[in-house]
């Protein structure tokens, strides 16, 4: 269990303890009761009282508790409760790429300790998280579960992870919409390096499904800025043959596709409903996500 700790060392685990994640829509079950569930009927469980708060439904008082106490509390139902997410990761080849400036960390390590920071966040809040590991398809499927001793079982899984084959996120993202069922929060965290298209075609689904989608996109510092400046032999993470290349005959195309790619994602995820978020792997994780969460709350 050594691994844990590379995944969630203790200044980050800090951080994360005071801050929370939140759905910004209503989805089937929410976090610690800040949303109010769709849900009614018998199928519902008793779960704990908390304190009533301006804006609580009368009706949802305990009116016994409040005759024998006078105190007012508010009854909280497992389905009003527990939010389901499903983490989404791209395992494709190119997420294996690590420059200098990101410490040594490959964005697929970034990644998956940024996963890991999320599951321990919501896991500690009693919310469900599953895990989805993908890359031409789906290749690892973990279920949502609730309770702290499921961020083991996600960790081991990231640790045997290797990042491979090409990415194909719409097959993946349409696999995992099929096995999914209700709504959820899902959040797929990829460098996003396929066609626009095929994600905003997977995007599409899980908006159709009335997911609420959160895309985190992480990229190496060397991707958005191109800083190689001799003559290399540029190998490809997906199948790409090896070619040698003057940087100063394509640094100038390879930045403008960059930037293209960017906007037509942003354009994509816009009309989906989905936010979009970037994390580049020369900031620190930490900083990274309280940020991050922060923006969210």
Not at 56 to 77: C, G, I, N, Q, S
Request: aromatic share 8%; charged share 25%; with cysteine.
């Amino acid at each position: 269990m050594n691994y844990v700790s590379r995944y969630l060392d203790p200044a980050l685990v800090e951080r994360l303890n005071h801050l929370q994640l939140s759905a910004r829509r209503v989805v089937e079950g929410t976090t610690s009761g800040l949303h109010q569930s769709p849900l009614r009927g018998a199928s519902i469980e008793f779960r704990q009282h908390r304190s009533y708060v301006p804006g609580d439904e009368p009706r949802r008082l305990d009116w016994r508790l409040l005759a024998r106490t006078d105190r007012h509390f508010v009854k909280e139902y497992d389905q009003e409760t527990n939010l389901r997410c499903l983490l989404m990761l791209d395992a494709s080849g190119s997420m294996a790429y690590g420059g200098k400036r990101g410490g040594g960390l490959s964005k697929f390590d970034y990644a998956g300790r940024l996963v890991a920071a999320l599951a321990y966040l919501m896991l500690a809040s009693t919310e469900s998280v599953g895990l989805a590991l993908f890359d031409g398809k789906l290749r690892t499927w973990i279920a949502p579960h609730a309770g702290t001793g499921h961020l083991a079982r996600l960790i081991e899984t990231l640790e045997r992870a290797t990042p491979q084959e090409i990415s194909a996120p719409d097959k993946a993202i349409l696999e995992a919409a099929e096995r999914l069922g209700r709504r959820s929060l899902v959040i797929l965290v990829s460098d996003c390096f396929a066609s626009v298209k095929a994600i905003t075609q997977g995007l599409a689904r899980l908006a159709h499904d009335r997911h609420e989608v959160l895309v985190l996109r992480v990229l190496d510092a060397d991707e958005t800025s191109f800083p190689v400046r001799t003559w290399g032999r540029f190998k490809g993470l997906e199948g790409e043959r090896p070619q040698m290349i003057d940087p100063a005959m394509v640094r100038r195309d390879y930045l403008a596709n960059f930037r293209r790619h960017g906007e037509e994602l942003s354009a994509a995820c816009s009309r989906t409903g989905a936010q979009l978020r970037e994390f580049v792997t020369d900031v620190p994780l930490a900083e990274a996500v309280t940020a991050f969460l922060r923006s969210r709350g």
